[in-house]
C-alpha cells in the first residue's frame, strides 16, 4: 500500500462552495459559470492530480459576504479574496437599491397605491 501519492499542483485553491451556490454561478465569459470551474479552466487542462492548480471546493468558509465568493489561496492562508461575480452589475445594484420615489412616498405618509391612482 503507498504512503504518499505524487501530485503535479503547484498551489492549492480553496472555494467556498456555500458562497459559490448564492452567486448563481455568475463566472465565465456569458456569466454562468461557478468559480472552480472557471478557475479550473485557467489551468493547463489536465484533471485532478495532474492539473499544474489544484481548486477545491470547500464547506461554508463562515464569512458569507453578500453577492460575492470567498477564495483562499492555500500559500497565503492570512488574506482572503472576495471575488465579485460577473452577473453583480450596475443591474444588480439598481435592483437591490430602493427607489427615491418609493422612499419619499413613505417618508410622506402615502401609500404606493394612492400615489399611482389619484382620485
Known amino acids: 500500500m503507498r504512503d504518499r501519492v505524487r ?13 459559490t451556490k448564492r452567486a448563481k454561478g455568475g463566472f465565465g465569459k456569458h456569466g454562468r459559470r461557478p468559480l472552480a470551474r472557471e478557475l479550473r479552466a485557467l489551468g493547463n487542462g489536465r484533471k485532478g492530480r495532474k492539473a499544474d492548480f489544484g481548486v477545491i471546493e470547500t464547506r461554508c468558509l463562515k464569512l458569507c459576504p453578500k453577492g460575492r465568493v470567498v477564495v483562499v489561496d492555500a500559500s497565503a492562508p492570512d488574506a482572503w479574496l472576495l471575488v465579485t461575480p460577473r452577473n453583480a452589475g450596475r443591474r444588480n445594484c439598481r435592483a437591490a437599491r430602493p427607489d427615491r420615489k418609493a422612499l419619499n412616498r413613505r417618508r410622506s405618509g402615502l401609500s404606493s397605491r394612492c400615489s399611482r391612482h389619484r382620485h
Open 7 to 19: 501530485s503535479e499542483w503547484r498551489k492549492a485553491v480553496l472555494v467556498c462552495a456555500k458562497c
